[in-house]
């Protein structure tokens, strides 16, 4: 379960404030369409908060979450177990040492000769993690080897037994139960042979310990013990029952020396422990990570070695020499093939325990003392400084600036190099990245660059780093180049290339008209327009149906994947709304470059689409869009919400999608991707903030801001005051839960759309042209009192602020040379007058500018150049 409520260990930038400065009496609010009205947030004790503007350009920069320096050390311990001296000496180098002692065990007691076990089921031999042969049958129990062990074959159903028979009576005060980090038991029982029946001995719940003592109450003869198991840890290895010995005596041992820090966030990199000495006996320590307390224990939430097939077992492993080692964790052996460590983490919490893994010794030994002067990282992703930031944002709100900045701190983490000895090993590797930044999934997991996630990571990279850019250029490239004949596009470099999913190869064409729409790039946008051509000419029309629908298993894609590879089929309404944004992305990219042959195809086809979508998907009774056309009936946010921003529903079929999502897929943590179970268990309350953010547009672009901020702050406001805080996570699941467990990343890059949701949306600031050779700017106001921000962009900044009170509404804006905009102002044109340079541009009736045109909802300002341009909007009554 999650940690409720707001966690102390939770670090922010600053106290817990919902209002940004002193509350100004008298603030006021615009209405949802924009028109300034009365609104009792405005007066600071709401959502939006109040207070005076303060100058642009100040304010933000104590936000901001990126570590200061590449070094970065912990900032306080969260626990410390069994002997360990001045566990707080961590935090400081050059001070006090802390000291972890633990005595060499006595030998472990053994079965008699004759002994058997027998289990109700045990998994099937294969090569194991270190790819040797590997069984795991009930007598590994009892074979006197800690390093083989008994696995149920019964992943996550209970009970599972283990019955031990001797070959004669014996006299047993007790058992001790080893399990390994894979998993221990956590809850079981143990009964003996007796008078011809089953008699309970002990029973234990909530072990989280690797060596279990189980006393019995009294010593007991017998000829049998039945262990029998009904909870385990789940873990990545899968939660089954997992022995690897039972001593025939309840042997207690000093408890296992360990303290964990905690760095008060997720942070990414090399972490590094100074060993100033240890006793001369190879006393080992084993290193966990985690990015939850929850998910904390004797072994990390995930490690690459998961799914490398390493011996590691879920922890980094270091023998520390008697004269002591400046340790940095890096991939690879210590001696020969023991001692293994992964190299680079992504992890908020860090625990060092004394010991080792069996199959280690005599190179490491699970005893002895070990002095530490220090605990820090080596930081690998792009550091965000203030100083860095080309691109910043700031408002009323103080929940709304901490999800800006906790998601720009989130897309900041995944923002690496590729790497070989850090990247998913799962032959994700490529040498054509080797050495380039790029934008991972996640610092933990995926560490590789789906393409999917740039659809949102790389907005976020343009709006805050732009010089980085090149990280997006370099996956789209990359992808590119590593097309299929028949046009499909790889969705990242895992299985060297070869991640059948039918939806990514769309959203490689909208991320590469969204990269030459922020950078103007047209040296990109020439290169690949042949590789374009071929995902929108040859491969999407290859599985498209006689209704001009997408349908999936058409041309063998029956066991193609998506985002969240979701078992669907046939006429799915996210792939097609998704097919006419990628083909009107493409249009314009191919207008853009005079291609417009191309781009009128496109175009006619989006429209086809369009229609074909609204006429076979849509469900009237429900006022949504069918997720499939076939099986059984449910409604999804993402091709609901696709079907908003692609223009493919229109007013009236957007206003009751967006009830309906209203209606049934609300939670407390967000909005759930889909409206019932009959996808999967669970799924209509799972959250996806990849799938929250087009529904999230879809609410602001509909006229419908405060609906819009209210599903920020229910799903970032989740995420930012439960553990890990700050980041941002790749799914949440029931009860806003971590969705898969311990596996969950809880910093996914594709999770932050608040940021350019926030800064085109409600700030209102967006390019319309490559290179933001025009842009627009449309505010969509809501309840909050005030926002300003600065858009990088190949010219230099554009800048946008603006505040309202009960009648009047003011906005800046500065735009850089070479660069022409529009100034669009959403509200009943006819109550509302506008100034614009001291003059009066709107009365209410008429137009008195030739660069005003007023329509029924709006009023629009265009030819907007270099400059400084200020507009005041008053009320008329």
Avoid at 340 to 357: M, P, V, W
Avoid at 687 to 714: C, H, K, M, N, W
């Amino acid at each position: 379960m999650t940690i409720s409520g707001t966690p102390e260990n939770v670090s922010r930038p600053g106290p817990r404030r919902r209002t940004v400065l002193a509350a100004a009496a008298g603030a006021a609010v615009l209405s949802a369409t924009g028109l300034p009205q009365a609104d009792a947030a405005s007066t600071g004790g709401g959502p939006g908060g109040g207070g005076v503007a303060p100058r642009p350009g100040t304010g933000w920069q104590h936000y901001v979450q990126a570590p200061a320096s590449r070094t970065v050390r912990p900032l306080r311990v969260l626990a410390s177990r069994g002997d360990v001296s001045r566990p707080e000496a961590l935090l400081e180098p050059g001070g006090a040492r802390t000291v972890l002692r633990r005595p060499q065990p006595v030998p472990a007691p053994r079965w008699p000769e004759g002994t058997v076990a027998e289990a109700s089921s045990a998994h099937a031999g294969n090569n194991g993690n270190d790819g040797q042969p590997r069984t795991y049958d009930a007598a590994n129990a009892v074979d006197g080897d800690p390093d083989t062990f008994w696995n149920d074959d019964t992943l996550g159903a209970f009970p599972d037994t283990l019955t031990i028979t001797l070959p004669a009576a014996r006299e047993l005060s007790g058992i001790t139960l080893v399990s390994n980090s894979d998993g221990v038991p956590t809850d079981f029982t143990v009964d003996v042979w007796r008078d011809g029946g089953w008699q309970s001995a002990a029973t234990i719940s909530g072990n989280d310990v690797i060596q279990r003592a189980v006393p019995f109450p009294t010593p007991v003869s017998t000829t049998r013990v039945r262990i029998t198991v009904t909870g385990v840890q789940d873990t990545p290895r899968g939660a089954f029952s997992r022995i690897n010995e039972v001593w025939p005596e309840a042997v207690t041992t000093a408890e296992v020396p360990s303290v964990t820090v905690d760095f008060g966030k997720v942070v990414v990199g090399w972490p590094r422990i100074r060993f100033t000495s240890a006793s001369d006996d190879s006393p080992g320590v084993r290193i966990a990570f985690s990015e939850t307390k929850e998910f904390l224990t004797d072994r990390s939430d995930f490690t690459r070695s998961d799914q490398s097939g390493v011996p590691a077992q879920g922890t980094d492993q270091f023998a520390v020499p008697a004269d002591g080692a400046d340790w940095s964790d890096h991939k690879g052996f210590q001696t020969g093939t023991k001692v293994y460590a992964d190299g680079l983490h992504g992890f908020r919490y860090l625990k060092i325990t004394l010991d080792a893994l069996a199959s280690d010794a005599p190179a490491a030994q699970p005893w002895g003392t070990v002095e530490i002067d220090s605990v820090s990282l080596d930081f690998s992703a792009y550091l965000g400084t203030p100083a860095t930031y080309r691109g910043w944002f700031l408002c009323s709100d103080d929940d709304l600036n901490r999800y800006w900045y906790g998601a720009s701190y989130t897309n900041e983490l995944v923002t690496d190099t590729f790497r070989q000895d850090d990247v998913d090993p799962r032959n994700a590797w490529s040498g054509s990245l080797e050495g380039k930044l790029v934008l991972h999934d996640g610092p933990k997991r995926d560490r590789d660059p789906y393409v999917g996630d740039l659809a949102v990571s790389a907005r976020t990279l343009y709006l805050t780093h732009d010089e980085a850019a090149v990280a997006a250029r370099n996956v789209l490239a990359d992808l590119a180049e590593h097309q299929r004949a028949d046009g499909w596009i790889p969705p990242a470099s895992i299985g060297d290339y070869t991640l059948p999913l039918f939806d990514y190869p769309l959203w490689w064409v909208t991320c590469s008209w969204d990269y030459v729409l922020y950078t103007g790039d047209r040296g990109y946008a020439e290169r690949y327009h042949p590789n374009l051509q071929k995902v929108l000419d040859v491969w999407y029309p290859s599985v498209t149906d006689e209704a001009g629908l997408l349908s999936k298993g058409l041309n063998g894609t029956g066991g193609y994947g998506d985002y969240a590879f979701l078992n669907r089929t046939g006429r799915i309404t996210y792939y097609n709304a998704n097919y006419v944004q990628a083909l009107n992305d493409g249009a314009r990219l191919a207008r853009w470059l005079g291609h417009d042959a191309d781009a009128e195809r496109w175009t006619r086809r989006a429209a086809e689409v369009g229609d074909a979508i609204n006429t076979h998907l849509w469900d009237a009774d429900a006022g949504a869009y069918l997720d499939s056309g076939t099986g059984p009936v449910r409604h999804a946010q993402d091709g609901n919400s696709l079907a908003i921003t692609a223009k493919v529903a229109d007013a009236e079929r957007a206003a009751s999608a967006l009830a309906h999502l209203d209606a049934t897929t609300r939670r407390p943590y967000g909005n759930a991707f889909m409206d019932n179970d009959t996808l999967f268990g669970g799924a209509a309350q799972r959250v996806y903030a990849f799938t929250s953010y087009p529904e999230i547009v879809a609410r602001f672009e509909t006229g419908r801001a405060d609906s819009a901020l209210d599903q920020i702050r229910r799903t970032y406001g989740w995420m930012d005051s439960h553990d890990p805080g700050i980041t941002h996570w790749e799914g949440i699941g029931p009860d806003g839960s971590l969705y898969e467990g311990a596996y969950t990343s809880m910093a996914h890059g594709w999770s932050t759309g608040v940021l350019p949701a926030l800064t085109h949306q409600l700030l209102g600031a967006r390019p319309t042209a490559p290179g933001y050779t025009t842009w627009e700017v449309r505010p969509h106001t809501g309840n909050v009192a005030w926002a300003q921000g600065q858009l990088p962009t190949p010219h230099g900044p554009l800048r946008v602020a603006w505040e309202q009170t009960r009648t009047t509404f003011e906005v800046t804006v500065t735009a850089p040379r070479g660069t022409r905009g529009s100034l669009v102002l959403a509200g009943d044109s006819r109550r509302m007058t506008v100034r614009g340079g001291g003059r009066p541009l709107w009365n209410g009736r008429h137009a008195l500018e030739r660069t005003v045109r007023a329509e029924e909802d709006k009023v629009t300002v265009f030819g907007l150049g270099a400059g400084t341009h200020t507009f005041t909007v008053a009320r008329c009554d």
